[in-house]
């Protein structure tokens, strides 16, 4: 997969080298075949859903390569760096925070408590509600954690000109945030 990024990235140095080539291939026979495919290849290349589906992808293999034979995923460790942050945040605080939906993070919460990284107790205010905690076994795979997802965000930011990643982390972020309010405005209907 990792190799599949870089190709990508590749690929794109040379679609103006590509498009020449599909305009040869326009007049050679059966080319209503392979302008079809390249017509569904380039609504592909300019879809954000799939590009950011596919950097997702990209940046996970990143992310699991640098943390080698850790089985945290990024989702665990943004639920660990959120908890270290705000000890005793309920599950929807952490919701509210990380993103993750109510289901997904209720699930990653039993399973990294089985895990002993975290604990859950119910709070005093809302006995239906957990405050959930780091054990130091969370704070231990954290703080070897935290490095090593460090260098995953630098590898990253890497396939970018040093003057692009700021705008790039801003540009991500606003696109977060707006989609955000669209889907809580929609779910409010």
Known sequence: MLRECVSLAV???KRAKSRAVGAVLARAPNSESVMKR?????RLSRSPIHLLHRAGQCAGDIF???????????????????VAG???LSQTGLVDRTGIDRSTLADIVRRMQRKGLLQRRRTREDARAYAVK??????????????????ADERILDALPGKQRDQFIDDLMSIV???QKLSDA???K
């Not at 390249?38 to 380039?42: F, G, M, N, V």
């Not at 780091?134 to 935290?146: F, M, N, S, W």
């Open 11 to 13: 690929a794109d140095g």
């Open 38 to 42: 390249d017509t569904q290849s380039d």
């Open 64 to 82: 699991h390569a640098e943390m080698k034979d850790g089985d945290l995923t990024p989702r665990q460790l943004a639920v660990l760096v959120t």
């Open 86 to 88: 705000n000890e005793g």
């Open 134 to 151: 780091l054990t130091d076994e969370g704070r231990r795979v954290l703080k070897v954690a935290e490095p090593l997802a460090k260098r």
């Open 177 to 179: 945030d707006t989609l």
């Open 186 to 188: 929609a779910a409010q």
